[in-house]
């Protein structure tokens, strides 16, 4: 971080990811909590990732093609900020659907551009990529330790003790907003034109088989996220104390940034990306009983694999497999396989499986699924060779 343009990215990480830590965890129980059944539940969390489907590669492609990225960034961080504390002034499940699918064209594709922005500020300047996405890490985590704070102490609570997650993420998203100005300009292509013949590289056999691999087990892993706070509440863990518990998994996180890109170096970017699917299936099934807190925290520290090695190893492999003018729709279109594609399907999927199963049945359902995942990508995942490992 001795570079100050990289610092400038490391607070920037920061700011973008802080909202998303109030966000994310909290979400789906203040969903709940106004009365929706499991079944609108599955539907509302594979809303949002099936509009990451359309979002990203159109808006990375625009990012692109407007020549500096970072102006893409700043409308989305906006509109994103604007439109997500109207999710309090509805009650109604059409009036949320509808509300979801409109912050959801925004939510994600601010996280792909700016992936494509860092990845060229780290190739100009042979530095580690995952030393500069922590600072995300400790974006997400900040909010979950002061929530300790503000929220009330006990489960079960109303949906209104859950406010304070809506006003802090408008208000972030806005502050990061005004934060890119400080970013260095990120130019796609020159002349405005999209390079079509370019696009082939998301066709090529590695790339094909690195996304489905990757689609199965974020689909997976959509069980964990739509439901771990849920699962929270349920074993008794008080609304203050919930955010602890994924602070841990941040933690974990945050400790293996430091320490993957030796890791990449050593096994090579496919036996991370498949070392990454086994944590995937490991947590999931972890979950598949009611855990002692101890035994939750412990669990929780896999997010080293299932988020660091899964997120540092498929961001860069993609970077590579995409011509640099493209970058940004690189990214966006990968996001929108995985985190579009994959988590809208695993989503819906969890909301039925958890009406017919139980949490407890969801989860052991969902970890065979990664299981597959993992061996699949051991079989036809290809290390890429178009670049040397950093």
Known sequence: MGNPVTRRFGVFYLLLFLPIGMQAPYLFLFFQRQGFTDSQLGTLAAVMPIMNVVSPPVLGAMADRLGDRRRMVVVLLVASGLVFPWLLMVKSFAATLGLVIVFSAFALAPMAITDAMAMEHVEREKGDFGRLRLWGSVGFALPLLAFGLLLKKGAGESAASLYPMFIGYAAFR?????????????????????????????????????????????????????????????????????????????AAETGMMLVIGRLIRRIGLKWTFVLSLGGCALRLFAFSFPLSPAEIAAAQCLHALTFTAFTVSSITFVNRLTPPHLRASGQSVWAALTHGMGAATGSKLAGMTAGTHGLLGMYRIFAIVASVAMVAAAALVREPKDKELP
């Open 174 to 250: 806005l502050i990061s907003a005004a934060w890119v100005s400080a970013l260095p300009a990120s130019r796609g292509t020159s002349d405005g034109r999209f390079d079509w013949q370019a696009t082939r590289a998301f066709a090529r056999p590695r790339f094909v088989a690195l996304a489905a691999c990757a689609m199965v087990a974020v689909g997976a892993m959509s069980a964990y996220y739509v439901y771990f706070t849920i699962y929270l509440d349920q074993v008794g863990i008080a609304d203050n104390l919930k955010g602890y518990f994924w602070a841990v998994g941040v």
